[in-house]
């Protein structure tokens, strides 16, 4: 198998990311100094996923500053505080932009005595930090969820949730990675993801990237595909889970756990503990993003339906607790009772 792909780049202090909009068609990366630059960058989705989004916001807020070139330390933090109020504000399901972010804050709000010098260092580290646990724990992911696969095996995933939206191995393809890299035979069916496509362009690319046999299907296609081909489980990503279980993901997962629950399908949900949100009661109280509605009535730039017709357009789904089998997380896979067994694992 290749080496994974790297969504986020970080080097001599320089921040640039794959442009995940010209996917599958051109792969690029981009440089991202300002704020505006990473305000664009996560609005427009060219870096989504919401490990990646943690990443990327810490490592954003340490360029802004640096390319920023503040004269003191206060200014460094007004720059800082200012900035993540900003990004905060770009999209709202996602728990790990928040996550990312606060920990910044913190170490920088920390260091408020020392020198400016130290205070970028100091952050600088706290993101390298992010980044570096956010692999390790997309890799151990891919160990424990490799142990539920059968040789061979079929795995239906929506969206994308692998290395592009990650680091490394990603969250719902990390165990389809581990098990191919042991030789076990895995076919993948990838739902396209309606309306931005990130099934399509992203999981089929980043999967033949890694030479992985991968299948794409339309989303209204999945209960067909489970009902006639053999789909032995479902795996999916996860943007924030609250405390009882219940998952938001990109819209459709909802639809999808239904029919793997009628097929006695299981339904895996991959993700690290940064996605877990154990201020979060259930899922009703997770904010819901909504897009433009014209995601939907434009496609490749072609007006498909009526100037004036009313359209809804959330970005993301909640899956109920009791639809999902067990969560695969780096510390282990967590089975029902969720609330109990969260609060044990990942609590901790
Ligand atoms: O709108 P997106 O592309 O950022 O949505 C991404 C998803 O819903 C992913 O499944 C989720 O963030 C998990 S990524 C490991």
């Known amino acids: 198998m290749k080496s994974h792909l790297k969504s986020i780049i970080w080097e001599n202090r320089k921040l ?3 442009d995940q909009t010209l996917l599958p068609t051109s792969l690029t990366s981009i440089p991202i100094d300002t704020l505006e630059d990473a305000e664009e960058a996560i609005k427009l989705l060219k870096i989504r996923g919401a490990p990646a989004l943690g990443i990327f916001a810490g490592f954003a807020l340490v360029a802004i500053v640096i390319n920023k070139k503040p004269k003191d330390i206060s200014e460094a933090i007004e ?37 400016l010098d130290s205070l970028i260092f100091e952050i600088e580290q706290e993101a390298l930090n992010i980044y570096q646990e956010e692999i390790t724990a997309c890799k151990q992911i891919g160990i424990y969820g490799n142990t539920l696969i059968t040789n061979p095996t079929t795995v239906l995933t929506h969206c994308n949730a692998g290395a592009l939206a990650t680091g490394e191995y990603g969250t719902a393809l990390s165990p389809i990675y581990i098990a191919a890299e042991e030789g076990k035979k895995v076919h993948v069916f ?33 209960g067909h595909v489970m009902k006639l081909k053999k789909v032995d489980m479902v795996i999916i990503g996860a943007d924030r889970i609250a405390k009882n279980g219940d998952t938001a993901n990109k819209i459709g997962t909802y639809s999808l756990s239904i029919l793997a629950k009628y097929h006695g399908i299981p339904f895996y949900v991959s993700a690290p503990s940064s996605t877990f949100d154990l201020n979060t009661s259930d899922g009703t109280q997770i904010p819901i993003e909504e897009r433009n509605p014209e995601e939907i009535s434009f496609f490749n730039n072609k007006r498909n339906a009526p100037e004036d017709v009313l359209i809804y357009n959330p970005a993301f789904d909640i899956t109920p607790a009791e639809n999902i089998t067990a969560f695969i997380t780096e510390k282990g896979i967590i089975y029902p009772p969720f609330e109990e067994n969260i609060a044990n694992i990942i609590g901790k």
């Not at 993540?84 to 260091?111: C, E, M, Q, Y």
């Not at 999967?207 to 299907?217: D, F, N």
């Open 16 to 18: 640039h990311i794959i």
């Open 79 to 115: 720059i800082l505080n200012f900035s993540a109020s900003v990004i905060k504000k770009t999209r709202p399901t996602a728990v790990n932009l928040f996550w990312a972010i606060d920990r910044i804050l913190k170490v920088a709000h920390g260091s408020f005595h020392k020198s």
């Open 190 to 222: 990838a739902d396209e993801t309606r309306p931005l496509l990130q099934g399509a362009r992203l999981t089929t690319w980043e999967l033949k990237y890694a030479g992985i046999p991968v299948t794409l299907i339309c989303d209204n296609m999945a």
